[in-house]
């Protein structure tokens, strides 16, 4: 059965997609830790994400640097931490999280975010994708 992440993908279910290649997708978090939480996958759907083949976790690597630094232009903030969990979803990603100081990677603190707001983030990131 494809995963939530694939489904998202296909257009199945909805997102709020921000970045967009042949063989990946970033979208933000449906529960964020922060304003601005965006999900980067890759359309070829491997659980783990350190089963990828090396290219594929190159290129991943490397879409992910251009959707962080959009996100930094894109909302007012120090860093854009990643960070790797997977314990979740099945599908291999990676976290970007705009952040100011430690605490604001915090798994266990999600930030209450408007579908409006979700909806301006998004295209505030995708606008600055490059
Ligand atoms: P992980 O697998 O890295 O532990 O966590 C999966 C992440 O995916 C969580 O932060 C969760 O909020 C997010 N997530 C789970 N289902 C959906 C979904 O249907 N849409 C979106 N946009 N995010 C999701």
């Known amino acids: 059965m494809a995963s939530i992440f ?13 970045a967009e290649d042949e063989k990946h997708y970033a979208f933000l978090d449906i529960n964020p ?6 999900l980067v996958v890759p359309k070829h759907e491997v659980d783990y994400i ?6 594929e976790y190159a290129a991943l690597t490397l879409f992910a640097k251009r959707v962080a630094k959009a996100q930094r232009k894109a909302i007012p903030c120090k860093r854009i931490a990643e960070a ?25 603190h999600k930030v209450a975010v408007t579908p409006e ?3 301006e983030i998004a295209k505030a990131i995708a606008d600055k994708f490059e």
């Open 6 to 18: 694939s489904r998202i993908i296909a257009g199945e279910i909805p997102s709020y997609r921000v």
């Open 33 to 38: 830790v922060a304003e601005g939480h965006v």
């Open 50 to 55: 350190f089963d990828l083949p090396d290219d």
């Open 84 to 108: 790797v969990l997977g314990l979740e979803v099945p599908h291999a990603h990676i976290h970007l999280i705009p952040i100011n100081c430690e605490a604001d990677v915090d798994f266990h």
């Open 117 to 119: 707001r979700m909806t």
